[in-house]
Structure formats: structure tokens, C-alpha cells
């Protein structure tokens, strides 16, 4: 069961201006701390946010791929001064290497978490909201394509139940038949979705979306509390941009394992990744207040 996330009810600018922040910076640091807080927030966030569909989406998809990337690259990359063994065909495993592979798996799974989140946050709503007056149709398209993959699962469910109704069951019969019924399915779905998209274009164009006096409801209002949220993923931002550009972030994989950022006094250093830190845990650290907040009033009646 899904949680309620106080960070979603942010104003859409807001959200977006996180999403932007996080997903360049754990796109660009390699540094094996900021993956580490990086990865740690990503999943706590979202295991907020999805509950056990995400931890078994977690399970299925992505303990996997974190461990086939981390034993891929030390197979193909033998670069390192450090090594542990030798491969069967003669090249050497080396230590650089098989880190380099491990903190790849982790950025790999850290943004995919980070989308994760960002598709329940953002909401069709949302990029309509943002875009719909500066790019119409681009925001429509976004919105669509947001929407899409959840509406066709549950569409294709009901078709494959019905059609399982009248005897045509993809999981029984000869390969010849499940193929055969399977093909029938998978034609109903492009129908409903071409009928789909052409409904939904013509509803939009009807209602004057993209005209360029049209004037649009929204619900979204930029209030106080937005307004220091901004002002505190800018300010981190701000600070952490100088931490990248003065070095902070900065590690070598090879030919040795070294960090060879700028040479700050460790408090300095120490202060940018608790900023880093605090901008990852944003959300996480708005859901606690929050709940605090509700259970001293609940404590109260």
C-alpha cells in the first residue's frame, strides 16, 4: 500500500526543480559517498513510496542487474595496478576494475530508483501544469506517454480475461493456438491504443488546448511553504555545484583507487557531503516531519 508522501503535494515547480538537481548529480559523481547517500535516499524514498511492490520490483529486477553489471565489467576491463587473479583465458581480474563495476551497478540502480520516484511524483497533472503553456504539445505527448504504461497493463488484463471467457487462453493449448491467441490480443491493444490516442487528441483539441489565449484551471499555487522548499533544494544545490566544481567529488578508479579531489581540511569536505546528504533525504526528512507532526496531534485529542 502506497504511503502518503507529503513531498508529492509540493508545487509542481518544486518538484521538478528536486527531480533536476538529484537525478545530475547522481548521473555525475562517482565518488563512492555520494553513491552511497545517493543510493540509500533513492531507495528509502521509494520504498516509501511504492511499499512491497517496489522492494519486489527490487528483488526481481534490480538485485540482478546490480550484480550481473558489477561482475561484467572486471570480465572485459582488465585496467588496474592491483591485481587479485587471473582470468581462465590469461587476462588479470584487478581490484580497480571490479570496484569501477560495483560503483556503475550502484549509480545504474540509484537512478533507476531516483525514476521510479519520479514517475509517482510527477504526475500527468503535473507536466501539463509546467509545460502545457510553453510547449503544448510536447507536454500532452509527456502526460500520454506517462500514463500509458499503467492504463495498458490494466487494459490488457481485461482483454486477456475476456478473451480467456470465450476459450481463447494464451496459457493453455498448443504453441500453434497460445500463438494464435496471443496475436489476437496483441491486435485489440493497437486498436484501443491508436483509438485511444486519437480520442484523447481530439477531446484536447476540442477543449482549445494550445491555443495561445486559452485560459487553464490549475490547483497548483505557489505558497509559502514552496517557497522555502525552493529555497533549500537552490541553496544545497548551490553549495554542492562548489563542491564539484572546487574538486570535493572528485575520485580516480584508475590505474589506482585514489581520491584526488581538492585539498580541503576534512571539516569543509565533511560539511558538502551532509549538504549532499540533506538534499538527497529532502523528502524522506518532510514524510518524518510530517508524521511527527500528526501523531503530537493525535496524542492531544
Request: one cysteine or more; charged letters at 15%; proline letters at 4%.
Amino acid at each position: 500500500m502506497m504511503n502518503k508522501d507529503t513531498f508529492s503535494s509540493f508545487h509542481p515547480l518544486v518538484n521538478m526543480l528536486y527531480f533536476v538537481a538529484i537525478l545530475g548529480f547522481s548521473m555525475f559523481f562517482m565518488h563512492p559517498a555520494s553513491l552511497s547517500i545517493s543510493l540509500i535516499c533513492a531507495l528509502t524514498y521509494a520504498i516509501y513510496l511504492g511499499g512491497k511492490k517496489f522492494v519486489r520490483m527490487g528483488l526481481i529486477l534490480m538485485l540482478p542487474m546490480l550484480i550481473f553489471t558489477a561482475v561484467l565489467n572486471p570480465i572485459f576491463n582488465h585496467q588496474g595496478a592491483t591485481i587479485l587473479a587471473y582470468l581462465p583465458n590469461g587476462n588479470p581480474l584487478t581490484l580497480e576494475s571490479s570496484m569501477f563495476g560495483i560503483a556503475a551497478a550502484v549509480m545504474l540502480i540509484t537512478i533507476i530508483s531516483w525514476f521510479s520516484c519520479f514517475n509517482t511524483v510527477m504526475t500527468s497533472d503535473k507536466f501539463i501544469y509546467l509545460l502545457g503553456r510553453i510547449l503544448p504539445a510536447l507536454s500532452l505527448i509527456l502526460s500520454m506517454s506517462l500514463r500509458f504504461v499503467p492504463r495498458f497493463r490494466a487494459q490488457i488484463r481485461v482483454v486477456s480475461n475476456a478473451q480467456k471467457c470465450i476459450g481463447r487462453n494464451v496459457s493453455s493449448g498448443s504453441i500453434l493456438q497460445r500463438a494464435k491467441h496471443g496475436i489476437r490480443i496483441l491486435s485489440i491493444m493497437i486498436t484501443w491504443t491508436l483509438e485511444n490516442a486519437i480520442e484523447t487528441a481530439d477531446s484536447m483539441k476540442s477543449r482549445g488546448y494550445g491555443l495561445p489565449k486559452r485560459t487553464a484551471f490549475s490547483i497548483f499555487q505557489f505558497d509559502k511553504r514552496d517557497v522555502i522548499a525552493a529555497i533549500y533544494i537552490l541553496i544545497c544545490t548551490a553549495i554542492i555545484i562548489t563542491g564539484s566544481m572546487l574538486e570535493v567529488f572528485r575520485f580516480r578508479y584508475f590505474p589506482t583507487i585514489r581520491h584526488i579531489g581538492g585539498d580541503f581540511p576534512i571539516f569543509w569536505t565533511m560539511l558538502i557531503f551532509i549538504v549532499y546528504f540533506a538534499l538527497c533525504a529532502f523528502p524522506v526528512i518532510m514524510n518524518i516531519r510530517e508524521d511527527i507532526i500528526w501523531k503530537r496531534i493525535e496524542s492531544k485529542i
